[in-house]
């Protein structure tokens, strides 16, 4: 089936649906996924460093639009409509389960690492000037409660990943089959 080229060259311009006007579903929905979580952590957690990849995400979907299009019909039937980065397998299988336990050091001190820079640019950073303006630290600080409170979640649950991780490697592993024996008792 033939699509326009002028709906393409339209739905290009926003990252994911130019994959999904061509029948790329998975494609289109993971590109714009992407954007979407990479724009909201930058903006609603202000990251702003994290924006520094939408441009290229853009791009890349703006481009694979008329690479697909380029594509005949039976071309594009052939093609495999996947997810970008394997998503299949991380939502589908249990596989993730494993990576968190035996990367739970790793990935808590990483998050540690991501809730202290959070507060630090949200909670320090920004005040430094209050030595020349008093008035919006009371907005600020109300501005940067959602921040805070995530900062806050991710430094814990660097924290319970470490610590937990340590707890039970130094603990013992029990038998819940085992039963004391408590002797004879004779009267």
Same mark, same amino acid.
């Given at each position: 089936?033939?699509?326009?080229s002028?709906?393409t ?5 926003i ?5 999904m ?70 939502? &589908? ?5 494993? +990576?968190?336990?035996?990367? @739970?050091?790793? !990935? #808590?001190?990483?998050?540690? =690492?991501l809730g ?31 921040? &805070? ?5 991710? +430094?814990?649950?660097?924290? @319970?990943?470490? !610590? #937990?991780n340590?707890?039970? =490697? ?16 004779h009267?």
């Open positions: 089936m033939r699509k326009s002028f709906l060259f339209i739905f290009a311009f990252p994911g649906a130019g994959q006007y061509l029948g790329m579903m998975k494609k289109g929905v993971s590109v714009m996924l992407a954007f979407a979580l990479i724009t909201a952590i930058s903006g609603f957690l202000n990251m702003p460093f994290f924006a520094i990849v939408l441009p290229v995400i853009w791009f890349y979907s703006f481009f694979d639009t008329f690479n697909i299009k380029a594509m005949t019909y039976e071309q594009r039937l052939q093609h495999e409509d996947k997810f970008l980065f394997n998503l299949e397998n991380i939502v &589908l299988k249990d596989d993730w389960k494993q +990576i968190l336990k035996k990367r @739970h050091t790793l !990935i #808590g001190g990483g998050c540690i =690492a202290i820079y959070m507060l630090f640019q949200n909670l320090v950073n920004p005040y430094m000037h209050l030595i020349y303006d008093y008035a919006p630290w009371v907005y600020r600080i109300i501005h940067n409660i959602p921040t &805070l409170i995530v900062s806050i979640a991710i +430094i814990a649950l660097g924290i @319970h990943l470490v !610590i #937990g340590n707890k039970k =490697a130094t603990q013992p592993p029990q038998d819940d089959d085992f039963v004391e024996y408590g002797g004879h008792n009267e």
